[in-house]
């Protein structure tokens, strides 16, 4: 048996938003994403990308490059000069080794 309400529903679940967004102005897309900037962006049922508001106004700067990307990153690391150490690594063991010390003294 369903409510009233959610017959009401039933008609809004076919609609197709892909075809209203493209229907939309210039205009009507900013004021959309005003309007969407100021929803919570706690809410967990809202996806990932409409959390927070799109800040970028430039305009890509080309296709994406993988491997000369990787290239520039290995070679800032190579180049990066690394910290020293706060504690000087010395090769000393800690902690508790009382299971081996127990497997060896049962096995003599």
Do not use: C
């Amino acid at each position: 048996m369903t409510t009233s309400y959610q017959k009401e529903l039933e008609k809004y679940r076919d609609i197709d938003e892909d075809k209203i967004l493209k229907e939309l102005s210039p205009e009507e897309l900013a004021q959309l994403d005003l309007e969407l900037q100021e929803m919570d962006p706690e809410n967990i049922l809202l996806p990932a990308g409409l959390r927070q508001r799109d800040q970028t106004k430039k305009s890509p700067t080309g296709p994406l490059d993988r491997d000369a990307l990787m290239q520039h990153l290995e070679k800032q690391a190579l180049e990066a000069k690394e910290r020293e150490d706060l504690v000087p690594f010395t090769g000393e063991k800690k902690g508790f080794l009382g299971i081996l010390e127990r497997r060896v003294w049962e096995e003599s």
